[in-house]
């Protein structure tokens, strides 16, 4: 009798296509913002600010604070979420929250240095064994860190993930900040140059 075929086998793993990434759970920002719990605030703000946002950038990474965040500066500078928006350095700190690509929970290692869009505000990652992620405020914002209580919202633009904090750089602190931010993120580009060219 002829011999019997061999039995086909499965693909190896490293045959087999990598997965498709899930579709986002929101169409458009505008939906994000409209529809997640605890972030009306952020939504009015970004309106009140005159931002666009997106803000011309393929993806980004919105950390956007809780309503209850909002609502202590709100109380303590005792104005509506309209006036707060014309207070100096509040607009900039929104474009602060924000990270010029997506990033999900999961990538953020500890000890990490996030510069935020415009160069305003940056942060140091704490991952505490067992907890969730923190943002340690640096520079004008130094002091103040941010639990995230809700994370990888995804929409077609990127992801947003709710922490428990405004992060706002007093207008006097902004020009400080700014210069070392831009020096320190030309340095790891260039070290990243070097780390290429001797691979």
């Given at each position: 009798p002829p011999p019997t075929p061999p039995e086909p086998q499965p693909p190896s793993p490293a045959q087999q296509p990598p997965p498709s990434p899930p579709a986002p759970k929101y169409v458009t920002w505008k939906d994000a913002l409209a529809s997640e719990p605890d972030v009306s605030l952020t939504r009015q703000l970004i309106q009140a600010t005159g931002i666009t946002f997106?803000?011309?950038?393929?993806t980004v990474t919105l950390f956007a604070p809780s309503d209850e965040a909002l609502m202590v500066h709100l109380k303590a500078t005792n104005t509506t979420i309209q006036q707060f928006s014309a207070m100096p350095g509040v607009a900039s700190s929104v474009l602060g929250h924000i990270l010029p690509s997506t990033r999900m929970l999961a990538s953020f290692q500890d000890s990490q240095y996030l510069i935020s869009l415009n160069f305003q505000i940056f942060y140091t990652t704490l991952r505490p064994p067992g907890g969730s992620l923190l943002l340690q405020g640096r520079g004008g914002v130094a002091g103040t860190t941010a639990n995230v209580l809700r994370g990888d919202v995804t929409?077609?633009?990127?992801?947003m993930h709710v922490i428990d904090q405004f992060f706002w750089i007093p207008p006097s602190e902004r020009a400080k900040a700014l210069a070392p931010a831009k020096r320190r993120l030309l340095e790891e580009q260039l070290q990243r140059l070097r780390g290429n060219s001797t691979a």
């Open positions: 997106p803000p011309g950038w393929d929409a077609s633009g990127g992801v």
